[in-house]
């Protein structure tokens, strides 16, 4: 496997990154969602749509797009740096959470995910990725110079996993956290598809798994114009 440099990606989950998110998520106005809610629900049955069960075969990757020095090195990774590597494909290293790294064992080649900028001015969802390369040892546990050398791994017995993802397309627009939080509020009180959505359960998780309903929804959204 090709050396990735080594200021690559800022893949891990920080307790500050989660209260700066939830600050900027602020409180939406009441009400706000509801209506896209039903609309959607009134398509999926046009459309004879069922429940899925609850199976995740989507994912939700968290990057940081703005600059942010981790033991000297810059970890700013945005969409625009996965557009900019050759083939549009990078591996995605650096996740250092046990639950964050049996998701990443768990992903499937050609599954997507959105491509979520995370520890910013405003957070949110700018692009769909696809995995190309299932779970592999991350290269970056073993390199000193690196921010995510972990001393206690072994070659024989690796740690941390990585795979590789591919840039799918950009959103029709930004989907800020804002206004997924909006949706998801309202779900809770109806029983819409982002009332139990992870990255509101458990934020600092940089790599969360989505269910096809929780996707689907989402991924509406960016035929809405913005609330």
Known sequence: DKKEPDAKIAKTEEETSDKEEEEKSAKPPAGSSKSGWKNWKKKESESGGEESKIT????LLKSEPESRLEKGVDVKFS?????????QTTCWDGVRNYQARNFLRSMK?????FFYHSNCKEPGIVALVKIVKEAYPDHTQFDQKDP????????ENPKWSMVDVQFVRMTKRFIPLSEIKAHHLAHKAD???LKDMMLFTR???????????EFDFVLSLEEEKPH
């Open 191 to 193: 029983g819409g598809p």
């Open 109 to 113: 080649l050609g599954q997507q995910a």
């Open 203 to 213: 934020q600092r998780l940089s790599i969360q798994p989505l269910t096809q309903e």
């Open 79 to 87: 969409v625009d740096d996965l557009k900019a590597q050759p083939n």
């Open 56 to 59: 995740y075969c989507h994912w």
């Open 148 to 155: 995510h050398y972990d001393s206690t791994s072994r070659k």
